[in-house]
């Protein structure tokens, strides 16, 4: 009742959006409202003229919108929209039930019913998303489907991929006999015609890892994964068969699996070899420790972690000659100069060293003159409480700072040995600190906490301490009866914060202190959608070479143009790539450089039915609605990402580039093209500006 009754009030904050949109283009001016309307996350109840369109387009568009808001009360809306003529309507309907909870039953009358095979596959990815055990026999049958030359089966590929996702969100139950058998089906002769069903199965299989299955699925899954022609598929079935619970290593099971990992191991592919790296540790295959002398980089870490997980090798022989080969280099200008390779493959073999418990002391890694990505790896393994919160207060190298702080809560310190980290020079350190104490705080710390938030404007620290306040404040019996005035003071900064969760936050702590709060907003650059429109390529060059990636205006309009925004003001130009992880994702856009930076303000996530391929670029996440800065492009398929992270462009030119990448490797220049058609553009004309606290 109350988003109906907010409807009419918040129209006019669709004005400025909709200023120099051509007069008569009026699908334009819908799609530039719509996208107004789920970027500021209004109510339901504002996309109802759109939802009623004459317009199959509009329609259809609204319906993303909808699922986009992540809103219990969308379920009503696209229920009818599923109902729609247009089949469009109805596979978009699909997606947005997808994003939406509450939404299972409706998804399973549309995968039964729908006489369109688009949309039984939409809806069937969408339970991926919203499934339950319940929705597993109706997935099984849905995966019979017959595929015909030139004609994939697109539903069972769907279904495929939807026990994958429900395995990744942790849904029991799909271990079973009867669903492993089902989509080992799927890679003989149901799959035989068609790749990406292949590929989905294996995805499907290699996410339910079942550890109890009979010799004879545990046969066949050897057999899948020995006789698979498509290196996606089975590098997937390669991490199945490692996750196969095997009774002792001299069982038969176990001789099968040896025979998976010592072919998979010398395969041409790279994918192939990364993830049987990547299964062998766990499994406990020793065979592992002649990878570590592969030519891919990519292939060395992983089988460098792998060693340390495998107890009958000598741990200590294989990887401390790698981390005295890469812990000789001093100089900061030298590792720049030597791409600092062997340092990458010194923090790996450290990691594994400390992690298998065959390193004495971390103490000598610690030194300041030692390479920070070394400093880090040791900081890991480090249980002195006392050092560790030394280096997070006092070191000089961020990333030091933040891995410190990070083991030191993993330590469970007492509140006595957090408290003096809120105050700390990096506010990094002190939001880290801050989020530990979240659910722990009593009324002693309350003070500290507000003086914290008063002395930042970092809005990781201003989220923790909001919560760490509305912890305090709420429950049948609050641990604060009377909030300091102090708390109600920082209102007016929470509300003005760029940050979406921030605002959330402050909002909540508002209704706490009886105190107004102004609408949600997002912090939007705007401008005339056919401007947005117009950013179609992105130039990156990289210290490695040129990488081209066609961009996704039309499915993430919000990300692209904040995105090119930044990257035509140089924001990005002279970064690192301070993330990348063998065969999954390489990741860069943070201006601290160890992961935890960004803008300052966050934008709405803009998911869509755009699957995370190999080559995607994707804006990362640290929970919903979290985007800034930061991006990754995916080094193989990720389907576990659809439908979770914003898709918003694609490599097309320089994938080469992107596999050679490696932590600390530089981000040059990124260019958009083409270049604005106005000499000048308008900041935030679309985001209303916050009421003052009491208005």
Do not use: C
């Amino acid at each position: 009742m109350l988003s109906h009754l907010l409807a009419p009030l918040l129209a006019p904050l669709l004005a400025p959006l909709l200023v120099g949109v051509a007069a008569g283009a009026m699908r334009e001016q819908d799609h530039q409202a719509i996208i107004q309307i789920e970027a500021q996350r209004l109510p339901v109840a504002a996309l109802d003229a759109f939802l009623r369109s004459s317009e199959a387009e509009t329609r259809a568009r609204a319906a993303r919108a909808l699922g986009r808001l992540r809103s219990p009360e969308a379920v009503a809306p696209l229920s009818t929209l599923s109902h729609d003529a247009e089949p469009v309507v109805r596979a978009e309907a699909a997606f947005a039930l997808g994003l939406t909870p509450g939404s299972e039953r409706l998804l399973l009358g549309l995968l039964a019913d729908d006489p369109e095979p688009a949309v039984r596959a939409a809806a069937a990815d969408a339970l991926g998303m919203q499934g339950t055990p319940a929705s597993v026999p109706v997935l099984l049958r849905a995966m019979e489907e017959r595929s015909r030359p030139l004609r994939p089966a697109t539903v069972a590929t769907a279904a495929n991929r939807a026990l994958g996702r429900m395995a990744a969100r942790g849904v029991t139950g799909l271990d079973r006999s009867e669903t492993v058998s089902a989509l080992l089906d799927q890679l003989g002769p149901l799959g035989q015609l068609d790749r990406q069903r292949r590929r989905d199965a294996a995805f499907a299989l290699s996410r339910i890892r079942a550890r109890s299955l009979s010799p004879e699925l545990q046969r066949a899954l050897v057999e899948a994964a020995l006789s698979e022609a498509d290196a996606d598929a089975q590098a997937m079935l390669v991490r199945a068969v490692g996750a196969l619970g095997l009774p002792s290593p001299t069982a038969p099971q176990a001789r099968d699996q040896d025979r998976v990992f010592a072919l998979s191991a010398v395969d041409p592919d790279v994918g192939v070899r990364v993830a049987t790296a990547r299964a062998a540790g766990p499994a406990g295959w020793p065979g592992v420790a002649r990878m570590i002398n592969d030519p891919s980089l990519q292939v060395r870490l992983e089988a460098l972690s792998a060693v340390g997980l495998v107890s009958s090798l000598d741990r200590a022989a294989l990887l401390r000659p790698v981390v005295e080969a890469g812990d000789d280099i001093r100089d900061e200008d030298e590792l720049r100069s030597v791409r600092a390779l062997r340092v990458v493959e010194a923090t790996a073999a450290l990691d594994a060293l400390a992690g298998s418990g065959a390193l004495a002391s971390t103490a000598p890694w610690l030194d300041p003159a030692r390479p920070i990505r070394i400093r880090e790896a040791a900081i890991r393994h480090t249980d002195h409480r006392p050092t560790l919160s030394k280096l997070a207060t006092d070191d000089g190298d961020g990333p030091v700072r933040v891995a410190a702080v990070t083991r030191l809560m993993e330590l469970n310190p007492s509140v006595e040995e957090v408290l003096p980290l809120l105050g700390a020079f990096d506010s990094m350190v002190a939001a880290v600190a801050m989020e530990w104490l979240v659910g722990k705080a009593e009324p002693a710390v309350e003070a500290k906490v507000i003086a914290a938030m008063k002395a930042t404007e970092e809005p990781d620290l201003l989220l923790s301490g909001t919560k760490v306040l509305i912890g305090l404040y709420s429950g049948e019996k609050p641990k604060v009866k009377e909030p300091a005035s102090g708390a109600k003071l920082l209102l007016p900064a929470l509300h003005a914060s760029r940050s979406a969760p921030v605002r959330s936050a402050g909002a909540g702590l508002a209704a706490l202190l009886k105190a107004p709060a102004p609408p949600p907003w997002h912090h939007l650059v705007s401008a005339p959608l056919h401007e947005v429109l117009e950013a179609r390529t992105a130039r990156i060059r990289t210290s490695q070479g040129e990488i081209i990636v066609e961009l996704f205006p039309e499915d993430a309009p919000v990300t692209v143009w904040t995105w090119s925004e930044l990257a035509r003001a140089g924001y990005f130009d002279g970064m690192k790539f301070h993330r990348v992880v063998p065969d999954f994702v390489v990741q860069g856009g943070d201006p601290r450089g160890d992961g935890s930076g960004g803008p300052g303000w966050t934008i709405p996530d803009e998911l869509s039915p755009q699957p995370f391929t190999e080559g995607v670029l994707g804006m990362a996440l640290s929970g919903p609605e979290t985007g800034g800065s930061q991006w990754f492009i995916t080094l193989s398929p990720q389907r576990h990402l659809d439908g979770g992270y914003t898709a918003f462009g694609r490599v097309v030119s320089g994938m080469h580039v992107v596999h050679s990448l490696v932590p600390g490797d530089v981000i040059e220049r990124v260019r958009v093209d083409p270049a604005p058609s106005r000499a000048a553009l308008p900041t935030l004309p679309a985001a209303p500006a916050p009421p003052a606290a009491g208005r």
